[in-house]
């Protein structure tokens, strides 16, 4: 289950100085990550999960090896051309909106730094018409895709009359200035219209960037409280620590008084925006965190390691990583109770470590 991250911004925002900062961030891990070959405008990194790292010591305990260690991963998609007019051609025109199709979440990165070297393409700071800018443009380019839906003549079909009225309704709501995303809130209704990729219904995620100093001295902009979800970020220290081994990062961000990297909260927002959690697998093989959505069943969840997994599912070995942690082993952890056997209508949960039983 991959999660795609689109990263827009107007231009200066900070956005590429975030991006080139995630793209050193996946170079300097791809030694211990095994990752695909991705285009120039992608990178790709792990969710942060410390558990991990706690299940594979414990795994070296009992069989003498430390087995390869494979996270979450999360896709950053570079979005660019997006400025003021784009929908009519400005910049790249309309060229970001295949990429911004795509993704799970759109990312919008603000400025509220203030660099007399960088200039501002509106002249002065101001996050909240920067985000209406960006709004706008997502908001036209849908109106644009939903006045070429052709009426359904002739058809009676309760779901086409549906998606046909919602259309309609979208049209005079996206015209007067909102988003697709507040329109269409019923699960049911946002079914029916995914195939048109409405770029203004994907979820929003803000990604303040602020000066050094502001993060420094973590004091913030009121303005910033006006934008949620967000993550406030310095996108020029992003830079500086993907710069510094991993024990470097770690002292630094300490220095800051900042839990942990802007990157790495990022990642971890935009997985509790979308109702994502992860189940581990651990073994000699290796230790893995494997992305479902927050409700899954555990025949589900087996389908995502292999699709057979579902067909074939029986049973499942399952205990949480906290009671896991405090028995020790797999093996006192079945002592005390704590290692359940669970079915088919089983609801997955965050951190559940689990061994799925396959029939032939």
Same mark, same amino acid.
């Given at each position: 289950?991959?999660?795609?991250?689109?990263?827009?911004?107007?231009?200066?925002?900070?956005?590429?100085?975030? $991006?080139?900062?995630?793209?050193?961030?996946?170079?300097? /891990?791809?030694?211990?990550?095994? $990752?695909?070959?991705?285009?120039?405008?992608?990178?790709?990194?792990?969710?942060?999960?410390?558990?991990?790292?706690?299940?594979?010591?414990?795994?070296?305990? &009992?069989?003498?090896?430390?087995?390869?260690?494979?996270?979450?991963?999360?896709?950053?998609? =570079?979005?660019?051309?997006?400025?003021?007019?784009?929908?009519?051609?400005?910049? +790249?025109?309309?060229? !970001?909106?295949? @990429?911004?199709?795509?993704?799970?979440?759109?990312?919008?990165?603000?400025? !509220?730094?203030?660099?007399?070297?960088?200039? @501002?393409?509106?002249?002065?700071? =101001?996050?909240?018409?920067?985000?209406?800018?960006?709004?706008? &443009?997502?908001?036209?380019?849908?109106?644009?895709?939903?006045?070429?839906?052709?009426?359904?003549?002739?058809?009676?079909?309760?779901?086409?009359?549906?998606?046909?009225?919602?259309?309609? +309704? +979208?049209?005079?709501?996206?015209?007067?200035?909102?988003?697709?995303?507040?329109?269409?809130? #019923?699960?049911?209704?946002?079914?029916? %219209?995914?195939?048109?990729?409405?770029?203004? %219904?994907?979820?929003?995620? !803000?990604?303040?960037?602020?000066?050094?100093?502001?993060?420094?001295?973590?004091?913030? @902009?009121?303005?910033?409280?006006? $934008?949620?979800?967000?993550?406030?970020?310095?996108?020029?220290?992003?830079?500086?620590?993907?710069?510094?081994? &991993?024990?470097?990062?770690?002292?630094?961000?300490?220095?800051?008084?900042?839990?942990?990297?802007?990157?790495?909260?990022?990642?971890?927002? #935009?997985?509790?925006? /979308?109702?994502?959690?992860? !189940?581990?697998? %651990?073994?000699?093989?290796?230790?893995?965190?494997?992305?479902?959505?927050?409700?899954?069943?555990?025949?589900?969840?087996?389908?995502?390691?292999?699709?057979? $997994?579902?067909?074939?599912?029986?049973?499942?070995?399952?205990?949480?990583?906290?009671?896991?942690? #405090? #028995?020790?082993?797999?093996?006192?952890?079945?002592?005390?109770?704590?290692?359940?056997? &669970?079915?088919?209508?089983?609801?997955?949960?965050?951190?559940?470590?689990?061994?799925?039983?396959?029939?032939?």
């Amino acid at each position: 289950m991959s999660l795609k991250v689109g990263i827009i911004g107007l231009p200066n925002a900070g956005k590429s100085t975030l $991006f080139n900062a995630l793209l050193k961030k996946q170079q300097a /891990l791809s030694a211990a990550y095994p $990752f695909a070959t991705i285009e120039p405008n992608v990178g790709v990194v792990p969710v942060p999960d410390p558990r991990l790292e706690t299940l594979a010591t414990m795994v070296e305990q &009992e069989e003498g090896k430390y087995p390869p260690i494979v996270p979450a991963t999360i896709e950053f998609v =570079d979005i660019a051309g997006l400025v003021k007019d784009a929908h009519k051609g400005e910049g +790249l025109g309309n060229k !970001f909106l295949s @990429h911004i199709r795509e993704v799970s979440v759109v990312c919008n990165v603000l400025r !509220f730094f203030e660099d007399s070297n960088v200039s @501002h393409v509106a002249g002065s700071i =101001d996050p909240k018409r920067d985000q209406e800018i960006i709004e706008t &443009e997502l908001i036209m380019a849908d109106l644009a895709t939903l006045e070429k839906q052709a009426e359904p003549r002739g058809i009676q079909d309760k779901d086409v009359q549906k998606r046909w009225e919602l259309v309609q +309704l +979208l049209i005079k709501e996206l015209g007067a200035g909102k988003p697709a995303r507040d329109v269409i809130t #019923a699960q049911e209704e946002k079914d029916l %219209m995914n195939d048109l990729h409405l770029l203004s %219904m994907k979820p929003v995620l !803000f990604v303040c960037n602020v000066s050094e100093e502001t993060i420094k001295t973590t004091s913030s @902009h009121l303005t910033i409280q006006a $934008f949620t979800p967000r993550v406030v970020v310095s996108a020029k220290i992003e830079e500086e620590l993907s710069l510094l081994p &991993e024990e470097e990062q770690t002292a630094y961000l300490q220095e800051l008084g900042l839990p942990s990297s802007g990157l790495d909260r990022v990642a971890q927002k #935009a997985y509790e925006m /979308l109702g994502l959690i992860s !189940f581990l697998t %651990m073994g000699i093989k290796e230790v893995r965190a494997w992305t479902i959505t927050r409700g899954m069943l555990a025949p589900q969840a087996a389908g995502v390691i292999h699709t057979d $997994f579902e067909k074939k599912f029986i049973k499942a070995d399952v205990i949480s990583y906290t009671d896991l942690v #405090a #028995a020790g082993s797999r093996g006192k952890a079945k002592e005390t109770g704590k290692l359940r056997l &669970e079915g088919r209508t089983y609801e997955m949960q965050d951190g559940d470590v689990v061994e799925f039983k396959i029939g032939a």
